[in-house]
């Protein structure tokens, strides 16, 4: 595949076509589960000359991978643990993404650590020296020592009997979902068959050894069989369901922890940097994000549904509390726009504390021709789906190269620095503002001549969305020629924030891009209402689970809202 060529799309036709593939090809590997080390894995396996197809039941990061803390950094936490070597190989992957495989993704923020007594400073000077050096060379700045005047000129925020000082450093962050879906692409690009809405149903067995998988067109029911030569399970937490349905168990358990963030306006907190807060268990993050911070995260066991973890309100009541403890106007539930929750796959270690399981991953050849991967974070994407690959390499009769992805550009990244100095022009050049083109730019990267030649096409794509202005309507065009979004869901929530970054989370903008969506998918009327009152039922379940206690209560109102994929969606999960 010639990766200088147009990029992969994963628009409707490409659908039909990768259909016919999954049903015809004998593959090399079969990935399941669309996640970002799944997509990692099928990069990794694609970019070593391997004939591979990744099937995913639902969306692409439509788990875990979308419900991060959207950093991408070491761990500054995971050193008062002492791991080391997992700060260590984490701070590496953030410099390579940084510099060179998805500058337009992967970008640097900076946190305040505030510090509470005096003896701290040394002992915390020392873990973050070490945080700034462990990785190697970085091309993010130092920490900075600020006095408590200094750090409250730059987080007015903060109440002064808060800290006695405070140390500056320097992190990255993504959109995940979005970073999730660029991988996904380039696997594409370098020639993988990638489909969503595509459900493992059964594995195929040949004596003693998986064959393969049956794979399940969520929106058709169409069934048919795929053949590899290996099955590499990248289901995050439903790995032991999988492992299950292949008729073993595997070598380790995956326990789910929940994870829950919120988000306030910009304003509501004074800071020119982000923060992170000690708390009695772990510690909280205060992060920039665009118009507004994200707040989080809670670290609780969870055993409910997996593909719909619910926030309760005692989760949203303990962030509060914890970030209120040191600013000087206190948030309210009432400035809370948006919420999320996600789920991480811990392994299971000899602790049963969520917040004190391993956040190293493991691979397991369960049994011959299939393949399981667990653990990690999301930083390590890279690392985890190339272990993945060579664990894999034993059941793939040919040669199997080294991994190359440490050199391999996500799509969009070639160009991406000359064009950041030239959004002045592209502006003027389009008719948009410069701050615009910047934005798209680090949503898009170079694939932003693309999207904007869709803008010339038709001049009307280049106004904003219906009640989220911060995105244009040629973002949704796009997201349905290119991204393989084929829910209103897929767009609302994944291809774009609005679910999150805007009070009324989607709701407003529904009716406007399902019927943008509906002209190009060629829905029926009757599909279109069901998908945007669908979506309206969704936040609604989602609002109403945040007014409860417990997470029974919780799960019990969120499971009730409809799901366009989940009437088709069999028994065996979400793979």
């Excluded at 197809?53 to 419900?67: F, I, N």
């Excluded at 040669?399 to 959004?423: E, K, M």
Aim: net charge negative; aromatic share 6%; with cysteine.
């Amino acid at each position: 595949m010639d990766a200088a060529a147009e990029p992969a799309r994963l628009g409707p036709g490409d659908r039909a076509r990768s259909w016919d593939r999954l049903a015809s090809e004998q593959f090399d590997v079969v990935v399941v589960g669309g996640g970002v080390v799944g997509t990692g894995a099928a990069l990794d396996a694609a970019t070593r000359g391997l004939k591979v197809a990744l099937v995913e039941a639902r969306d692409l990061a439509s788990g875990t991978s979308s419900r991060s803390s959207k950093l991408f950094h070491g761990g500054l936490r995971y050193l008062e643990q002492l791991d080391f070597a997992l700060v260590r190989e984490a701070l590496r992957e953030r410099e390579l993404s940084l510099t060179r495989l998805a500058p337009h993704l992967i970008k640097p923020v900076s946190f305040l650590y505030p510090l509470t007594k005096h003896w701290e400073r040394p002992y915390v000077t020392a873990g973050v020296t070490l945080y700034d050096t462990i990785g190697g060379k970085s091309s993010l700045p130092h920490q900075k020592q600020l006095t408590r005047s200094g750090a409250l000129r730059m987080a007015p925020a903060l109440k002064r009997s808060a800290l006695v000082g405070a140390i500056r450093y320097f992190d990255a962050q993504a959109d995940d979902a979005r970073h999730t879906m660029m991988v996904g692409r380039t696997a594409a690009q370098y020639g993988a068959v990638v489909r969503t809405s595509t459900q493992v149903v059964e594995f195929l067995h040949e004596v003693d050894r998986v064959a393969g998988v049956r794979v399940r067109d969520v929106e058709t029911g169409r069934e048919t069989d795929v053949r590899a030569s290996v099955v590499v399970n990248c289901t995050g937490v439903w790995t032991d369901q999988m492992q299950h349905a292949a008729g073993t168990r595997g070598r380790f358990r995956v326990k789910a922890s929940k994870g829950v963030h919120f988000l306030v306006a910009r304003d509501k907190i004074p800071s020119d940097t982000g923060m992170i807060l000690r708390t009695e268990k772990s510690v909280l993050f205060v992060i920039p994000w665009r118009n507004h911070w994200i707040v989080g995260t809670t670290d609780t066991d969870w055993n409910l549904d997996l593909a719909h973890p619910a926030a309760t309100r005692k989760d949203l009541d303990y962030l509060l509390e914890h970030v209120n403890s040191v600013l000087v106007t206190p948030l309210s539930h009432d400035d809370i726009e948006g919420v999320y929750a996600g789920l991480r796959p811990l392994l299971a270690g000899e602790s049963e504390e969520t917040s004190k399981l391993s956040r190293e991953h493991a691979v397991s050849r369960v049994m011959p021709g299939l393949v399981a991967i667990a653990g990690g974070k999301y930083t390590t994407y890279r690392v985890m789906a190339a272990d993945a690959i060579d664990a894999a390499a034993e059941d793939i009769p040919s040669r199997v190269a080294p991994s190359v992805t440490d050199r391999v550009p996500l799509i969009g990244a070639d160009g991406y620095f000359a064009l950041v100095n030239q959004a002045e022009q592209l502006g003027q050049q389009h008719g948009l503002h410069p701050h615009r083109v910047r934005h798209l730019l680090d949503r898009y990267g170079s694939l932003l001549h693309g999207l904007l030649a869709m803008g010339d096409d038709d001049p009307t794509l280049l106004e904003p969305v219906k009640a989220s202005p911060d995105y244009l309507r040629v973002e949704i065009a796009y997201a349905v020629a290119y991204e393989g979004a084929i829910h209103l869901d897929d767009v609302l929530t994944r291809r774009t924030r609005i679910s999150i970054e805007y009070a009324h989370r989607g709701v407003d903008s529904a009716e406007a891009v399902g019927a943008q969506m509906a002209t190009l998918l060629g829905w029926s009327d009757e599909q279109r209402d069901l998908e945007v009152s669908s979506y309206i039922e969704r936040v609604q379940a989602e609002r109403e689970s945040q007014s409860v206690d417990t997470d029974v209560e919780a799960d019990k109102l969120r499971v009730a809202a409809p799901d366009p994929r989940a009437p088709r969606l069999a028994a065996l999960g979400t793979g």
